[in-house]
C-alpha cells in the first residue's frame, strides 16, 4: 500500500509538471503516515462485494437511512438536498507504518514479484515511468478524489452552514485547484466514474464536488477547482438543473451537452465555458460574464427571406457573402452576426456569390441571366455584365482578381474584365448547358462541367485546350488540384474521374459510389480527394493511386457539399437532414456534428485560419459555427 501511495503522489506530480517522466527526490513524499487502503483495482472490487450486501446508507448530519440509489425523477428539492446533504463516511483501513527510507520501497519494488510492479518501470537513474499514461491517470485521479472526501470539518455537531462554510476556507488549499483538467480526458472521466462506485468510501464525492462550486461564489481563488467540478459532475452526466448558480466563476469549464434547465447564473462568470447543445431551457444568465463563451453555433444570421444559395466568408475572415432566391445579396459582419449591407439590383434568384481575392469586391451570378460586380464597403452595384442569354451558374474571379469567369444554361462560357465590366471572351461550341467553372491555380486555364462533358480552356485566347471525355451523365462538379497539374471531375454516373491537366488524359475512375456524386475537392497538399454522393455517403480517395481510403457513412441524407480544412485535418459536410458534419480525415471518424438549421443544408465551408464554419440552408438563414475541437466529440 505504501508504494501504491507513492504511485498517487507520482501520477500527481506527473500532471502538475506535464511530463511522463519523473525523477525520485525528496520533492515527492507522503504528506502524513497514513495509507488508505482504497488503491488496488482488485482491493475496490473485493470492497464493492462487501458493500453491496448493504441496504442503507446513513446521512452524515442527521443519521437518519436513505435509500442506496435515488431515483433519475426525484424532485428538484430532494435533489438539492442530494447535492449538498453530506453522507457519512465509511472509515477506511489505517496504518501507522511510517515512511522513514522511500528508496527501501523501491528496493522492494524492483526486487520482488508483487503485480502492482509492473505498473512502473524505471528508464534511467532514478527516473521513472508509468507503463502506460492511464495508469498515470488513475493513480492522479485517486489523489484528487481522496484529498476531496477525506477532508473534514474541525467540529463535528455543525448545520450544513457552518459545514460549508468551513468547506469554503480549505476549498483554495485541495488539489484539483492546482490545474485545470480539461485536457486531461483520463483523469476526469476516472474521477466521474467513482460518482456511481457503490462503494460507501465515495458517497460524498458528489455532494462536494457541487460544494466546490458554491465556493467560488464568495473566494476568486477557486474557480479552478469549481470549473474542474463542473465539468467531472457533466462528465458524469449529472443534472445540473434548477442550481443557484447566481456569481459562482466556473470560467473555463466543459459544460457541452449539460442539463441546465431553470439554473440561474446571474452575475456569474462564465469566460470560455464551452456550452455546446446544453439545454438551456429557462436558465438565467442575466449580468453574468460571458466572454468568448461558447455555445457551438455563434451566429444565426437571419435576413433572407428565401432558399440561401451561396456562401463565402471574406479572406480575411471578418464578413460573410450569401446570396439567395429573395434576389438579394447581404452582407454580414462574422464577429457580431449583424447585417452590413443589403445589394440589390437582380431580378431573379441569386445562384452564386464570391470575394475579390483583395476583399474590395463582390460578383454574383442570377438567374436573370447577368453577372453584377458590388463595391463589398458601400454595397452600391459597380458594373452590370450583360451577355449570356439564360441563366447564369457559376461566377468566379481569377486568382489575380482582374478578370471574371461565368458559366449559363446557355451553353456559353464567359471572361469579362473586371475594371471595364467589357466581355473579353466568350467560349462556345458546347452542346448543352454549362453548370460549373474554375480558374486553376496560376490563372491560365479554365475548367468547366457541364450536362454532357467537361473541358479545359486557354483563358488568354479563349480556345478549349482539351476535351475530357469520359463521363456518361451529367458533370456535377470539378475541381483543380491545388499545384494545378491535376482534375477530379464527380458525375451522375455514379463515378469521380481523374484527370492530367496538361495532356487532358483520363488517369482513373474512382469507383464506390451507389448514386449520383454532388461534391468533390481536393486536400490542400493534393494527395487526397473528398466527394460526397446522394448514396448518403463521403468517400476519401488516394489522388495518386485512386484507390478508396475511407468510406464515411452513417449519414441518413444526401450530401450536398463537403470541404477540407485548410491543414486538410478536417472534413465539413452538408446535407438535405439540415445537419453539419465534421469528420476527422485520418481516421474517417465523425468528430462532430452541428445541429440548428432546420431545412436542407446547400453550402457548408471552413474560413481560411479553420477556426469557423459558415453553413446556408433551404431554412433561409446563415449560420456561424465554432469548428474548434474543444467541444465533446460525438462519435
Not at 9 to 29: C, P, R, S
Not at 279 to 301: D, H, M, P, R, W
Not at 396 to 417: A, H
Amino acid at each position: 500500500f505504501a508504494f501504491q501511495q507513492y504511485c498517487q503522489d507520482l501520477g500527481f506530480e506527473m500532471l502538475i509538471q506535464g511530463n511522463q517522466v519523473a525523477t525520485e527526490n525528496d520533492a515527492i513524499k507522503f504528506g502524513n503516515d497514513k495509507i488508505l487502503n482504497k488503491l488496488d483495482p482488485t482491493i475496490e472490487i473485493e470492497i464493492k462485494s462487501e458493500n453491496e450486501k448493504a441496504d442503507v446508507k446513513m446521512d452524515e448530519t442527521t443519521g437518519t437511512s436513505v435509500t442506496k440509489r435515488t431515483s433519475d425523477t426525484t424532485s428538484r428539492e430532494n435533489d438539492k438536498n442530494q447535492n449538498m446533504g453530506e453522507k457519512m463516511e465509511k472509515k477506511t483501513n489505517e496504518t501507522n507504518t511510517t515512511i522513514t527510507k522511500i528508496q527501501d520501497i523501491w528496493e522492494k519494488y524492483f526486487n520482488g514479484d508483487n503485480i502492482s510492479k509492473y505498473a512502473l518501470r524505471r528508464v534511467g537513474d532514478n527516473k521513472y515511468q508509468f507503463l502506460h499514461k492511464s495508469c498515470q491517470e488513475y493513480y492522479a485521479a485517486q489523489k484528487i478524489i481522496f484529498d476531496i472526501i477525506s477532508w473534514k470539518p474541525n467540529v463535528n455537531d455543525i448545520n450544513n452552514q457552518q459545514f460549508q462554510q468551513q468547506f469554503e476556507t480549505h476549498a483554495q488549499q485541495f488539489l484539483v485547484n492546482s490545474k485545470l483538467l480539461n485536457e486531461e480526458v483520463g483523469i476526469i472521466q476516472f474521477i466521474a466514474d467513482r460518482i456511481y462506485d457503490n462503494n460507501l468510501m465515495f458517497v460524498n464525492l458528489k455532494s462536494r464536488l457541487f460544494r466546490l462550486i458554491e465556493s467560488s461564489k464568495n473566494n476568486s481563488k477557486v474557480s479552478i477547482a469549481a470549473a474542474n467540478a463542473a465539468t467531472i459532475l457533466n462528465v458524469a452526466r449529472v443534472s445540473m438543473s434548477y442550481q443557484n448558480w447566481d456569481k459562482i466563476d466556473i470560467s473555463k469549464a466543459i459544460l457541452d451537452h449539460a442539463f441546465l434547465e431553470g439554473t440561474s447564473f446571474k452575475e456569474a462568470i462564465l469566460d470560455n465555458v464551452s456550452l455546446f447543445r446544453a439545454c438551456l431551457i429557462y436558465t438565467n444568465f442575466t449580468k453574468a460574464s460571458v466572454n468568448q463563451i461558447n455555445f457551438g453555433e455563434y451566429g444565426y444570421l437571419k435576413g433572407h427571406s428565401d432558399y440561401v444559395t451561396s456562401v463565402q466568408f471574406s479572406r480575411d475572415g471578418n464578413r460573410i457573402v450569401s446570396g439567395s432566391y429573395d434576389k438579394t445579396i447581404r452582407l454580414w459582419d462574422a464577429l457580431s452576426g449583424k447585417q452590413i449591407q443589403i445589394l440589390e439590383g437582380h431580378s431573379n434568384p441569386v445562384t452564386f456569390v464570391q470575394f475579390s481575392p483583395d476583399g474590395n469586391k463582390i460578383v454574383s451570378g442570377s438567374y436573370d441571366k447577368t453577372i453584377r460586380l458590388w463595391n463589398a464597403s458601400s454595397g452600391k452595384q459597380i458594373q452590370s455584365l450583360e451577355g449570356h442569354s439564360d441563366s447564369v451558374t457559376s461566377v468566379q474571379f481569377s486568382p489575380d482578381g482582374n478578370i471574371i469567369v461565368s458559366s449559363s444554361y446557355d451553353k456559353t462560357i464567359r471572361l469579362w474584365d473586371v475594371s471595364s465590366g467589357k466581355q473579353i471572351q466568350s467560349f462556345e461550341g458546347l452542346s448543352r448547358g454549362v453548370s460549373s467553372v474554375q480558374f486553376s491555380p496560376d490563372g491560365s486555364r479554365i475548367v468547366s462541367g457541364s450536362y454532357d462533358k467537361h473541358s479545359m480552356w486557354d483563358a488568354s485566347s479563349g480556345k478549349q485546350i482539351q476535351s475530357l471525355e469520359g463521363h456518361s451523365d451529367s458533370v456535377t462538379s470539378v475541381r483543380f488540384s491545388p499545384d494545378g497539374n491535376k482534375i477530379v471531375s464527380g458525375s451522375n454516373d455514379k463515378t469521380l474521374r481523374l484527370w492530367d491537366a496538361l495532356s487532358g488524359k483520363q488517369i482513373q475512375i474512382l469507383e464506390g459510389h451507389s448514386d449520383y456524386v454532388t461534391s468533390v475537392q481536393f486536400s490542400p497538399d493534393g494527395n487526397k480527394i473528398v466527394s460526397g454522393s446522394y448514396d448518403k455517403t463521403i468517400r476519401l480517395w488516394d489522388a495518386s493511386s485512386g484507390k478508396q481510403i475511407q468510406y464515411l457513412k452513417g449519414l441518413a441524407c444526401f450530401i450536398s457539399s463537403v470541404q477540407f480544412s485548410p491543414d486538410g485535418s478536417r472534413i465539413v459536410s452538408g446535407s438535405w437532414d439540415s445537419i453539419i458534419r465534421l469528420w476527422d480525415s485520418s481516421s474517417g471518424k465523425q468528430i462532430q456534428y452541428l445541429e440548428g438549421h432546420s431545412g436542407s443544408v446547400t453550402s457548408a465551408q471552413f474560413s481560411l485560419d479553420g477556426t469557423k464554419i459558415v453553413s446556408c440552408s433551404k431554412d433561409e438563414t446563415i449560420r456561424l459555427w465554432d469548428a474548434s475541437s474543444r467541444k465533446q466529440f460525438i462519435l
